[in-house]
């Protein structure tokens, strides 16, 4: 199931901004997409695929995104999923050495005022 909403922004290739996940539905304003607006203090502009190591990273700087939580539509993040991610904790992992792949063609244009294309190119999964 695709989210009928209007996709707005460019992607850091210069394209339209493509949907990063409709399940689990992501994206700051649960669209699927990693466009922000104003409301998004945290930028959650990068669409990357999940792995363990990242995961384990990102819990052990206060933020579990493996562990489910029903009461607010989370399911929980496995390896292989696809999810809006702040940029400054993609910058962060990308300093520790456990970035997880990005697609870029769904990571918004925004997202390069954090690291280089030539950065986001090196670490692209599509």
Known sequence: M???VKITG??????E?????????????RD????????????HTVCVVMTEEFLEFSQSRGNDLSTPHPEFGFPG?????RWCLC??????????GCAPRLMLAAT?????EFATLEVLKAHAAD
């Open 10 to 15: 460019r992607n850091v290739l210069g394209g």
């Open 108 to 112: 918004h244009g925004s997202m390069l």
């Open 32 to 43: 699927g997409c990693c466009r922000t607006g104003s409301e998004d203090h945290g930028l």
């Open 17 to 29: 901004l493509q949907i990063c996940s409709a399940n689990p539905l992501t994206g700051f304003y």
């Open 2 to 4: 695709k989210p009928s």
């Open 87 to 96: 940029a400054l904790r993609w910058v962060e992992a990308l300093e520790a």
């Open 77 to 81: 993040l496995l390896p292989g999923d």
